[in-house]
């Protein structure tokens, strides 16, 4: 079983930026997807940023802003988050999706307020 342990939240600046990372233990490859998905208090989960291989794609809200890279030799994704904005400030999820199942981490609060 996939465990999916993510890092790099915080408190930021409008204007700021962050990076998170997660780490993926267990038998894990790089052709899966992996993904961020972020849910603000009241609001659904959605997808944020999503990579298989080397393609990668993106929530239109955080387009231009937002990119997210894999080192498959750390099984480790990262989201560079950079010109954050007030409306980014969620929980953020690290996600796989290995044979139609999708695994979760257990989140890292953002928060953007000056």
């Known amino acids: 079983q996939v465990q999916l342990v993510e890092s790099g939240g915080g408190l930021v600046q409008p204007g700021g930026s962050l990076r998170l990372s997660c780490v993926a233990s267990?038998?894990?490859?790089?052709?899966?997807?992996m993904s961020w998905y972020r849910q603000a208090p009241g609001k659904e989960r959605g997808m944020v940023a999503a990579?298989?291989?080397?393609?990668?794609n993106y929530a239109d809200s955080v387009k231009g802003r937002f990119t997210i890279s894999r080192d498959n030799a750390k099984n480790t994704i990262y989201l560079q988050m950079n010109s954050l904005k007030p409306e980014d400030t969620a929980v953020y999820y690290c996600?796989?999706?290995?044979?139609?199942?999708?695994?979760w981490g257990q989140g890292t609060q953002v928060t953007v307020s000056s």
């Open positions: 267990g038998s894990v490859f790089s052709t899966y997807e």
């Open positions: 990579i298989t291989g080397g393609y990668a």
């Open positions: 996600s796989i999706l290995i044979n139609g199942r999708r695994s």
